[in-house]
């Protein structure tokens, strides 16, 4: 008993801390491609004008 309560407090913490650094890593991809739009935006109007 006292090894399955351990296994899952573990695995509860681990699977926390993997989803809260699974978000934090999509959210970097999508303000990543976000920043990268934009400079490709200011590229593009420099060269028209």
Known sequence: ???STLFDSFTSTWG???L??????V??????IALVNVLD???DN????
């Open 41 to 43: 935006m200011f590229l």
């Open 16 to 18: 926390d801390e993997i």
């Open 27 to 32: 959210a970097g991809c999508i303000c990543l």
């Open 20 to 25: 809260v650094w699974g978000v934090a890593a």
């Open 1 to 3: 008993m006292e090894f």
């Open 46 to 49: 420099g060269e028209a004008g």
